[in-house]
C-alpha cells in the first residue's frame, strides 16, 4: 500500500474557526511532512515529522499547529487563518532519507 | 544551502516525439534526487530517484533521468511522449549531509503534448 490519505478533500473556513486536517499513512514511513502550495507553484515545506518527533519547523505562524499522534497520523490544526492561508495543503511521508510519498491534498478555503 | 534550478517554465513536444525536461541543482555534498509529477488538482506522484550508484535511472511510466556531476544536472526524459504525460513537472534535491528532513524543489515545468 502506497497511498497517503487526506481528509477533507475540500474545506471553507471562516477566519474565526478551529477546524483539523488529517492524514494517515500505512507504509511504515517513519517522516511525514506538512506542505503549503499555490497554484502552479512548489510546495513549501512547513513542518516535518521524524520518528513522531517535531525535527523541522519552516517559522510558520502559530495559527497553524501540527500534531503527530503516531507513526501513521499526522494532524494540521488551523486557528484564525487569514485569507492568504488559502492554498492546497499536501501531507507527505517517507523512509528518513528516500523518496516522498504525497496525499492529495485538501484545498482550503479561508473566508 | 541546496538550491534547485529548472530553466524551462514550459515545455511543448509533439506526441510519438522524445521530450526532456531540465534540472540543475547546488548542493555542498552527494545530493539525492527526485522526480515529481503533478497531475491538475491532485498531489505530487514519484516518478524517480538517484541515491547512487548508475548515472542512467529508470522510473514509472516510461521516463528515465540521467544523472551527471559534473554538469550538476539531472535531466528527466522519455523516448516518446504520451499527451497523458501532459503534467507539471518537479524536481527536487536533498543534501543527507545536512539537513535529513529537508527537500528543496525547483519551480516546476509545465510539459504539454500535442496530438
Known amino acids: 500500500d502506497t497511498e497517503v490519505t487526506q481528509t477533507p478533500k475540500h474545506l471553507v473556513m471562516g477566519m474565526t474557526n478551529k477546524k483539523s486536517l488529517k492524514c494517515e499513512q500505512h507504509?511504515?514511513?517513519?517522516?511525514m511532512y506538512w506542505y503549503k502550495q499555490k497554484a502552479k507553484k512548489p510546495p513549501e515545506l512547513m513542518f516535518v515529522?521524524?520518528?513522531?518527533?517535531?525535527?523541522i519547523n519552516e517559522s510558520v505562524p502559530s495559527r497553524f499547529s501540527p500534531e503527530c499522534p503516531n507513526s501513521s497520523l499526522l494532524n494540521l490544526h488551523l486557528h484564525a487563518l487569514q485569507p492568504e492561508d488559502s492554498a492546497l495543503y499536501l501531507c507527505?511521508?517517507?523512509?528518513?532519507?528516500?523518496?516522498?510519498?504525497f496525499g492529495p491534498g485538501t484545498r482550503l478555503l479561508v473566508l | 544551502a541546496q538550491s534547485v534550478a529548472q530553466p524551462e517554465d514550459q515545455v511543448n513536444v509533439a506526441e510519438g516525439n522524445p521530450l526532456t525536461v531540465k534540472c540543475t541543482y547546488s548542493?555542498?555534498?552527494?545530493?539525492?534526487l527526485f522526480w515529481y509529477v503533478q497531475y491538475p488538482n491532485r498531489g505530487l506522484q514519484f516518478l524517480l530517484k538517484?541515491?547512487?550508484?548508475?548515472?542512467l535511472v529508470k522510473g514509472s511510466y516510461g521516463f528515465e533521468a540521467e544523472f551527471n556531476k559534473s554538469q550538476t544536472s539531472f535531466h528527466l526524459k522519455k523516448p516518446s511522449a504520451l499527451v497523458s504525460d501532459s503534467a507539471l513537472y518537479f524536481c527536487?534535491?536533498?543534501?543527507?549531509?545536512?539537513?535529513?528532513?529537508?527537500?528543496?524543489f525547483g519551480d516546476g515545468t509545465t510539459l504539454t503534448v500535442k496530438p
Open positions: 507527505a511521508s517517507s523512509t528518513v532519507m528516500g523518496a516522498q510519498y
Open positions: 507504509m511504515g514511513h517513519r517522516a
Open positions: 515529522y521524524s520518528y513522531e518527533k517535531l525535527s
Open positions: 548542493v555542498s555534498g552527494n545530493p539525492y
Open positions: 538517484y541515491i547512487t550508484g548508475d548515472n
Open positions: 527536487a534535491v536533498r543534501d543527507p549531509s545536512t539537513n535529513a528532513g529537508k527537500s528543496t
